[in-house]
């Protein structure tokens, strides 16, 4: 059976709805608190935090009685970043972790994210298996009495978690000097993000983002919605801008002059800054076919690697796993250092930038400017629900727009796995080409529907 529910990223879809419908959400809870019940003899126990949408309210009471029903016991955190539940799986020995989120999506929509054991997460393989018991019956098996789980809510969370974060930063420098605004998207980091700048130093903090409603999540702000971000620098005179999203697992930046600094910038100042220090595990980085040619070639002038896997940070995950990468992510924002951790952590990432900053001592314009990008064009085609990238005179348009790139640039069409949409980028060195290949194209998808 392949996968239906689990897309690129966990699971996601509109809250209270299809996928993200109670019943459906307590029936991934039960298949996957039966998959990790591998042990006997001891309790069973799985980490489950949240970001700050509404639904979560709704979602969360469906995991707990599901896992509950299976036996396992739940550790309830509340509000925390993603991240932060990767780090508390494993560091709890809980059996798996859940996230509930949709990451950078609109409060309607809501999402699953599931870590192993180890703070990773799962597997295309898990994954399938944990769809698959969904549909059995095995009521039969179900616990009675005392072998039910038992849910309990946690409140050192969010300490335990900046004391995490904070051990990351170099003890030899401090933020003092700086003067930072952080957006935290009115999400999952609105407490903690700011609270760690200021306990390693920072002369000033201006947090925007950080009065969530439920409804506001992501709204006008954050990773995907930059501009507030840029004004409040400019405005404040600050020294440097952090923008995470939802579930703070992405980070977006900006320097002193307003400029918005995205993840193929920041990978690229990660990849030169520890191949100077020889922290660099291998001589390279690995990426998504998402990001920028331009990267690709600074890296190639100081004779790194740039090792490219399809979208979504979980695959990036896995390959720096499987080949003893260090370093990695994604030009949206997701960045991996597994130094530090095993998933994505935009503030981790953040602090590390910073520190770049700090030892330099120059401006945040002068050390966040690596490379020249690429022109590179993204335009997003809304389908109904039949995938036109089946269709044969849709797989002939896309050889003919490569065939126009040649080899100075490239195409790439996939489907979203989050939402249903084609998503058709086109890179290269002539502007004016590039514009002309991407309308075309998705124009042309468009039209086959």
């Known amino acids: 059976m392949g996968k239906k529910f689990f897309g690129t990223d966990g699971i996601r879809g509109l809250a209270n709805h299809d996928k993200m419908a109670p019943h459906n959400v307590l029936k991934l809870g039960m298949a996957a608190g039966r998959y990790f019940l591998r042990e006997n003899g001891r309790r069973h126990s799985v980490v489950i935090g949240k970001d700050t949408r509404l639904s979560g309210y709704m979602i969360e009471p469906a995991l707990v009685a599901g896992f509950t029903s299976v036996g396992m016991d739940v550790r309830l955190f509340g509000p925390l970043p993603t991240p932060a539940v990767a780090a508390m799986t494993s560091s709890l020995r809980a059996d798996l972790g859940v996230m509930i989120t949709a990451s950078h999506n609109k409060f309607y929509d809501n999402g699953l994210k599931l870590f192993g054991p180890d703070g990773r997460k799962l597997s295309d393989e898990a994954e399938a298996e944990i769809e698959k018991m969904m549909h059995e019956d095995f009521s039969e098996a179900l616990p009675r009495g005392e072998a039910l789980g038992r849910a309990k809510r946690y409140d050192e969370g969010q300490a335990r978690y900046i004391e995490i974060v904070k051990s990351t930063f170099p003890r030899r420098i401090t933020l003092a000097g700086l003067k930072i605004v952080v957006d935290c998207a009115n999400g999952a980091a609105y407490k903690v993000a700011p609270q760690t700048l200021w306990e390693l130093g920072a002369n000033e903090i201006i947090a925007i983002g950080v009065d969530p409603d439920g409804i506001n999540i992501n709204a006008d702000c954050g990773s995907t919605c930059t501009q507030a971000l840029s004004q409040a620098v400019l405005d404040n005179k600050a020294d440097v801008g952090i923008a995470l999203d939802g579930d703070a697992d992405r980070l977006i930046m900006c320097d002193e002059k307003g400029k918005i600094i995205d993840g193929d910038q920041l990978l690229a100042l990660m990849a030169h800054s520890w191949k100077q220090t020889m922290r660099l595990s291998k001589p390279g980085i690995v990426a998504t076919v998402m990001s920028n040619l331009g990267l690709e070639r600074c890296l190639q002038n100081e004779d790194l690697t740039l090792i490219r896997t399809p979208v979504g940070d979980r695959h990036v995950a896995a390959r720096m796993h499987s080949d003893g990468y260090n370093v990695g992510g994604e030009q949206s924002g997701h960045l991996?250092?597994?130094?530090?951790?095993?998933?994505?952590?935009?503030?981790?990432?953040?602090?590390?930038?910073?520190?770049?900053?700090?030892?330099?001592?120059?401006?945040?314009?002068?050390?966040?400017?690596?490379?020249?990008?690429?022109?590179?064009?993204?335009?997003?085609?809304?389908?109904?629900?039949?995938?036109?990238?089946?269709?044969?005179?849709?797989?002939?348009?896309?050889?003919?727009?490569?065939?126009?790139?040649?080899?100075?640039?490239?195409?790439?069409?996939?489907?979203?796995?989050?939402?249903?949409?084609?998503?058709?980028?086109?890179?290269?060195?002539?502007?004016?080409?590039?514009?002309?290949?991407?309308?075309?194209?998705?124009?042309?998808?468009?039209?086959?529907?």
């Open 336 to 449: 991996l250092m597994t130094d530090f951790a095993t998933t994505g952590d935009g503030l981790i990432a953040a602090l590390q930038v910073l520190a770049e900053i700090i030892r330099k001592d120059k401006p945040a314009s002068e050390v966040l400017d690596l490379f020249e990008p690429v022109p590179q064009l993204l335009k997003n085609v809304r389908h109904n629900g039949q995938n036109p990238l089946e269709f044969s005179k849709v797989q002939s348009a896309i050889k003919d727009a490569q065939s126009q790139m040649g080899a100075s640039g490239r195409i790439l069409v996939r489907a979203s796995g989050t939402e249903p949409l084609i998503r058709v980028m086109a890179e290269g060195d002539d502007p004016i080409l590039v514009q002309k290949v991407t309308d075309d194209l998705a124009h042309f998808i468009e039209n086959s529907l």
